[in-house]
């Protein structure tokens, strides 16, 4: 299976918004309902942000809104703020019991 | 709250066999509804799924590694361990352990670095 494809980076000012994309396949991101997102601090766990396709784990505020258009999920986040500076990655269930991720996307705050 | 910690060798020799520990705490690994998997990130580049093991013992591999990789469970010291066989300088990367739950990675361990070299 291929890695899903994410831009290499994005970027905002403070309280404006940035839309990441991933796109994947009719396989993985298009067929199934199992689009999540990770943040990744360095040094630090990666954090669910985004499970099934646009669903938030508790915590996680409601700046960050998954959706997803035929074989392409996206993730925004509105509302910048500096704390979103991080390494962000979507991940798919490719069927199978397989799994496949994201090339990530580094998100800067100017 | 649970909590997964990575442990094993930083550095493993081209040709030998890596192998981690991913501890778990304040949950118990034998709990039902759950996989335990092995992702790696190599320096500079984007994560990678290895693989997953059910607490009854099945495990399932990345197509692309499966005939180095095993993925074992422990369920009396409630850990989960990865065996990866053969390693070139390829195999260089920060490996993470975490639980997944309906399709998604919903904890995580903070990883470790590993690197191949002689």
């Known amino acids: 299976q291929s890695a899903l494809t994410q831009p290499p980076s994005a970027s905002g000012s403070p309280g404006q918004s940035v839309t990441i994309s991933c796109t994947g396949t009719s396989s993985d991101v298009g067929g199934y309902n199992y689009v999540s997102w990770y943040q990744l601090h360095p040094g630090k766990a990666p954090k669910l942000m985004i499970y099934e396709v646009r669903k938030r784990p508790s915590g996680v505020p409601d700046r960050f809104f998954g959706s997803r258009s035929g074989n392409t999920a996206s993730l925004t986040v509105s509302g910048l703020q500096a704390e979103d500076e991080a390494d962000y990655y979507c991940s798919s269930y490719a069927g199978n019991n397989n799994y496949v991720f994201g090339t990530g996307t580094k998100v800067t705050v100017l | 709250q649970l909590q997964l910690q990575e442990s094993g060798s930083g550095l493993v020799k081209p040709s030998q066999t890596l192998s981690l520990t991913c501890a778990v705490s304040?949950?118990?690994?034998?709990?039902?509804?759950?996989?335990w998997n092995w992702i790696r990130q190599p320096p500079g580049k984007g994560l990678e799924w290895i693989g997953f093991?059910?607490?009854?013992?099945?495990?399932y591999y990345n197509p692309s590694l499966k005939s180095r990789v095993t993925i074992s469970v422990d369920r009396s010291n409630n850990h989960f361990s990865l065996k990866l066989s053969s390693v070139t300088a390829a195999d260089t990367a920060v490996y993470y352990c975490?639980?997944?739950?309906?399709?998604?990675?919903?904890?995580w361990g903070q990883g470790t670095l590993v690197t191949v070299s002689s």
């Open positions: 975490a639980r997944e739950r309906d399709f998604y990675f919903d904890y």
């Open positions: 304040g949950g118990s690994i034998s709990s039902s509804g759950y996989s």
């Open positions: 093991i059910y607490e009854s013992g099945s495990a």
